[in-house]
T-cell receptor
């Protein structure tokens, strides 16, 4: 069964450094998302991406964050200058077009990247 | 008021019994509702989606939606120890590109 993949599984970085988290969404999906989950807290939306542009972003997704779909398969999240509070699990998710009313907006999550900022 | 509210638990249920998980949401215009299962240290795994009022069954799982009461529930029949996990309720906001808003999750433990 197709699944979302993410690399790396764990990234350790120094405060102020740039990190790039990578995702390969499910191949026939059109909607792509990044969420994060700080340890012990709920899953929070960061950004959604459709038709090669950001369609929505949260207040968390400030100028330090950017997303890109550099080719037909990868979807990346870049954090330009990491802060201690960026330490979290980052999940990529993807979803199909909403044509099927029985599965509208179902989103499938990758295994996550644990980001630790020291 | 939290957008999506769940009892954080823990909820303990004996093996073989029915586990009942509840969720309320604040935005009356919400359109799609999901239950995800999350094992410790793992990512959310979609187990049920529901869009209209009533019940939807899939194997041992039944999702129930009542839009008038802004209430979603998940029933797990014949609970197994492998069902022990945190169950996340997620709701699709009606505006924007379908972002999901998650509740805090309910930690469920099935006791053998």
């Amino acid at each position: 069964e197709p699944e979302v993949t993410q690399t790396p599984s764990h990234q350790v970085t120094q405060m102020g450094q740039e990190v790039i988290l990578r995702c390969v969404p499910i191949s026939n999906h059109l909607y792509f998302y990044w969420y994060r989950q700080i340890l012990g807290q709920k899953v929070e939306f960061l950004v959604s991406f459709y038709n090669n542009e950001i369609s929505e972003k949260s207040e968390i997704f400030d100028d330090q964050f950017s997303v890109e779909r550099p080719d037909g398969s990868n979807f990346t999240l870049k954090i330009r200058s990491t802060k201690l509070e960026d330490s979290a699990m980052y999940f990529c998710a993807s979803g199909r077009d909403g044509g099927n009313p029985d599965s509208y907006n179902e989103q499938f999550f990758g295994p996550g990247t644990r980001l630790t900022v020291l | 008021q939290k957008e999506v509210e769940q009892n954080s638990g823990p909820l303990s249920v004996p093996e073989g019994a029915i586990a009942s998980l509840n969720c309320t949401y604040s935005d009356r215009g919400s359109q799609s509702f999901f239950w995800y299962r999350q094992y410790s240290g793992k990512s959310p795994e979609l187990i049920m989606s529901i869009y209209s009022n009533g019940d939807k069954e899939d194997g041992r799982f039944t999702a129930q939606l009542n839009k008038a009461s802004q209430y979603v529930s998940l029933l797990i029949r014949d609970s197994q120890p492998s069902d022990s996990a945190t169950y996340l309720c997620a709701v699709n906001r009606p505006q924007g590109a379908q972002k999901l808003v998650f509740g805090q999750g309910t930690r469920l433990t099935i006791n053998p």
